[in-house]
């Protein structure tokens, strides 16, 4: 029924590519914000005062065992109500900022994991020689971690080009919301395939990136 | 790298096969009938709104609110042509119900924000307060009118009420009433006019009646397309346009077979309405004041045919 995917997808292309650039740049804000976010969080959560620690685990568990779609609406709908400041959010910052809060908590955890990974006979060295602590975890520990934290932060960066998708419940511009554009042309169908190939494309070729950048930080292995 | 190659050529050449178009469709709706708009146009009517002369000098509660934050926050969920949709080159939402909105905005001398989101959202928005109305197509039922403030109908001239089933073409012979849709499975648009008629028509009425609920009516569409269900209940104007340009694969009931939805046991059905929280009466009589002088000098009239311009509807569809 109706014109076909490549008729569509000709007569349209501005409007997938308009998406495509809304998807990226929305993955990008939530990604950017989140990291900054996300390492504070991982101080939290590596912190010996019992209390920080808690802090730091709740907000990763909370945010990692809930759907980001349920964390959409109640930070468009309800945060506003609780803490009459989100009141002068619009919806585009609602959206992103439960984006940014999602990815921050992924980010965490990878950080986390990219620092204890490290051998505590590492730590044990740099102390024993007389180093400080702060300057073992910057001149010794985070060096190391980094390279096992940027391939999973470029995955999560993948990750969040398909989470964003859900943003289009709440219409704003990107590749899923092109789905509504088209619907009101009565072009129901050849959107969605076209929409699959392009978030398929995308995370493939950002994929195999990923690949050639975690071989490229494995040289100093060999 | 030569490996991603081949599997993304791969797939083009899959999308290109599996999808054999014998000549290509045109997919803007017929003008069938030989409608012509001869207003502004959608841009220019928008701009050039006037307002209506209300009293703003006893404004309390939201009405105060919203003069003083100087926006009009509307909530509505554009998937439902010609009353309210987005722009498919810049996303914008149009419609007859912004220009409604941008209308009141206007009248209260502020500016207009429109949200878009899921129909579903729509109340809930006005509810926690993040929307001051919400404009989206709605229709007068018991229990809105119970739990909000709800303004006085709207309709076009020429925009009948009639509510339909839209169904495959193949299987149109075996309705000529409603009584034949016993055992069937039937999609409503969730919290929608036609989820009640529905359930009070069809659900609570024949044997074997099933209903399943969408959020997005394209849902609906999709899952007709694939056999999913039998029917689509929709208002007609909807319908026909859905008709219309799925190649004679959907046709809508009411205009193959007169069948329709009974409004009559719903007294209080005229057109669309506007939603507000409860108690806002100061912002509700505002709202019926701009209602009541559109309605009146034939402006909204104006608005419904530019939107259908816009939106490529052809009201006069149905006949």
Same mark, same amino acid.
């Given at each position: 029924m109706g014109a076909s995917i490549f008729e569509v997808l000709i007569k349209y292309y501005p409007i997938f590519l308009k998406g495509l650039v809304g998807t990226l740049k929305y993955a990008a804000i939530a990604v950017f914000f989140g990291t900054v976010l996300g390492a504070l969080i991982s101080l939290l959560q590596l912190s010996k005062n019992k209390i920080i620690k808690a802090i730091g685990v709740i907000y990763v568990n909370v945010l990692r065992g809930t759907p980001l779609l349920v964390q959409m609406y109640i930070s468009y709908l309800f945060l506003p109500m609780a803490? /009459?400041?989100?009141?002068?959010?619009?919806k585009e910052q609602c959206v992103l900022l439960s984006l940014i809060l999602n990815s921050s908590a992924y980010v965490a955890e990878i950080i986390r994991g990219g620092i204890t990974s490290v051998d505590i006979g590492q730590t044990e060295a740099a102390r024993s020689l007389g180093m400080s602590a702060k300057n073992t975890m910057i001149k010794i520990i985070l060096p190391q971690a980094i390279r096992t934290i940027l391939p999973s932060l470029a995955n999560e960066y993948i990750a969040m080009i398909k989470e964003t998708s859900l943003a289009g419940s709440f219409m704003l511009y990107e590749l899923m919301y092109t789905r509504t554009l088209l619907a009101n042309k009565y !072009?129901?169908?050849?959107p969605l395939f076209i929409v699959a190939g392009i978030y398929l494309i995308v995370t493939m070729v950002l994929s195999a990136l990923v690949s050639k950048l975690e071989k490229r930080l494995a040289i100093s292995d060999k | 790298m030569k490996k991603l190659l081949v599997i993304l050529f791969a797939l083009l050449l899959l999308v290109g096969c599996g999808t054999k178009s014998d000549d290509v469709v045109d997919n803007e709706p017929v003008e069938e009938g030989g409608w012509v708009y001869e207003g502004v146009g959608y841009d220019a009517l928008y701009d050039s709104l006037g307002k209506a002369e209300v009293d703003l000098s006893n404004a309390d509660g939201q009405l105060a609110a919203i003069l003083e934050k100087g926006t009009l926050v509307i909530a509505t969920? $554009?998937?439902? /042509? $010609?009353m309210e949709f987005p722009?498919?080159?810049?996303?914008a939402i149009k419609g007859a119900d912004i220009l409604l909105a941008k209308y009141i905005a206007n009248t209260l001398g502020v500016e207009l924000v429109v949200e878009g989101m899921e129909f579903g959202a729509v109340i809930t928005s006005v509810d926690t307060g993040k929307s001051d109305l919400a404009i989206s197509g709605f229709g007068y039922t018991a229990e809105r009118a119970e739990s909000y403030e709800i303004s006085h109908g709207y309709q076009a001239?020429?925009?009948?009420a009639h509510h339909t089933i839209l169904v495959p073409a193949a299987d149109?012979?075996?309705?000529?009433? !409603?009584?034949?849709?016993?055992?069937k499975k039937i999609y409503a648009q969730a919290n929608s006019l036609q989820q009640m008629y529905v359930e009070d028509q069809l659900l609570n009425v024949y044997e074997g009646v099933e209903m399943e609920l969408v959020s997005d009516i394209n849902e609906a569409i999709l899952g007709l397309s694939a056999g999913k269900a039998d029917a689509i209940a929709f208002d007609s104007t909807t319908a026909i346009n859905y008709a219309n340009t799925s190649d004679g694969m959907f046709v809508s009931l009411y205009k193959e077979?007169?069948?329709?939805?009974? !409004?009559?046991?719903?007294?209080?059905?005229?057109g669309n309405i506007v939603l507000m929280k409860k108690g806002e009466t100061s912002l509700l009589d505002v709202v019926n004041q701009c209602i009541d002088q559109i309605m009146e000098n034939g402006l909204y009239t104006e608005m419904y045919y530019a939107a259908c311009d816009a939106s490529g509807v052809d009201p006069t569809a149905e006949d």
């Open positions: 803490f /009459p400041i989100f009141n002068a959010f619009t !072009l129901v169908w050849q | 969920s $554009p998937d439902y /042509p $010609p722009d498919a080159e810049t996303g001239d020429s925009d009948a149109a012979d075996q309705y000529n009433s !409603l009584a034949d849709f016993a055992g077979k007169g069948i329709e939805f009974d !409004l009559s046991m719903y007294n209080d059905y005229a």
